[in-house]
């Protein structure tokens, strides 16, 4: 009986115990401290696709993401990078000073920005595979909003339009209608929307300006997408 109270006592006392590295009184705050002048402290370093195949992480759970370069941590969401905005986001934008985009009659085009105008993004919700097209990774609620605009648009009237598709079907008309102008002049338009959308859903972002055929010169170009 003497054993095993002292047995129980070794062992609760262990339950609770404190563990310090590289120094002697451990704060009684502290479960684990680690001190060193000369050593680092490294979490697992995984990469993008390793990080998303790690089973039923526990929220609060923290690795490197060799991919991006940047802490990660796991919320009710999914993984979120240490460096992005407190709700799931990804913006792509330009400010173009130079270049041309088609203006066919009737026909609809992807917004010319992709991977490379990524302002900031949650990668564990968005991936970015071309341009004007965005893979969705959680099921959720999104606001989606888009705008595009070009430095010389010509007088006369115009038929313009921009649309949002899931996985090529048409979701959401965010403008539509006739410019009209009364000389060559900077002009755009923008809109936004709400949608359901399911994990590995594949949104485009299209615009169409009757323009007889001429290029235009685009000035700014966006999309944004947020998880409500």
């Known amino acids: 009986m003497v054993f095993f109270c002292i047995?129980?006592?070794?062992?609760?006392?262990?339950?609770?115990?404190?563990?310090?590295?590289?120094?002697?009184?451990?704060?009684?705050?502290?479960?684990?401290?680690?001190?060193?002048?000369?050593?680092?402290?490294?979490?697992?370093?995984?990469t993008d696709a390793q990080m998303l195949l790690i089973p039923s992480p526990l929220i609060g759970a923290q690795v490197y993401n060799t991919t991006y370069n940047s802490l990660f941590?796991?919320?009710?969401?999914?993984?979120?990078?240490?460096?992005?905005?407190?709700?799931?986001?990804?913006?792509?934008?330009?400010?173009f000073s130079s270049g041309t985009i088609p203006a066919v009659?009737?026909?609809?085009?992807?917004?010319?920005?992709?991977?490379?105008?990524?302002?900031?993004?949650?990668e564990a919700v968005f991936t970015v595979e071309a341009n004007g097209t965005i893979r969705i990774r959680k099921s959720g609620t999104y606001l989606?909003?888009?705008?595009?605009?070009?430095?010389?648009?010509?007088?006369?009237?115009?038929?313009y339009a921009l649309k949002v598709y899931k996985n090529d079907s048409l979701i959401?008309?965010?403008?539509?209608?006739?410019?009209?102008t009364s000389g060559s002049d900077y002009w755009g338009v923008n809109g936004v929307c709400v949608a359901a959308l399911s994990a590995n859903d594949l949104i485009t972002v299209k615009y169409l300006i009757n323009n007889n055929g001429g290029n235009l010169s685009p000035k700014f170009v966006n999309i944004s997408i947020t998880q409500l």
């Open 105 to 122: 009659n009737n026909t609809y085009y992807l917004l010319p920005i992709g991977i490379s105008e990524i302002k900031y993004n949650t």
């Open 172 to 180: 959401a008309v965010l403008n539509a209608g006739e410019a009209t």
């Open 7 to 46: 047995f129980s006592f070794l062992q609760n006392t262990n339950s609770y115990s404190q563990t310090g590295i590289g120094i002697r009184d451990v704060h009684p705050s502290a479960l684990l401290q680690l001190e060193s002048t000369s050593k680092t402290f490294v979490m697992p370093r995984v």
């Open 73 to 95: 941590f796991y919320t009710a969401v999914g993984w979120r990078n240490i460096n992005s905005s407190a709700l799931a986001a990804i913006m792509i934008d330009k400010n």
């Open 144 to 159: 989606i909003s888009a705008g595009v605009s070009v430095s010389n648009m010509p007088t006369g009237n115009r038929k």
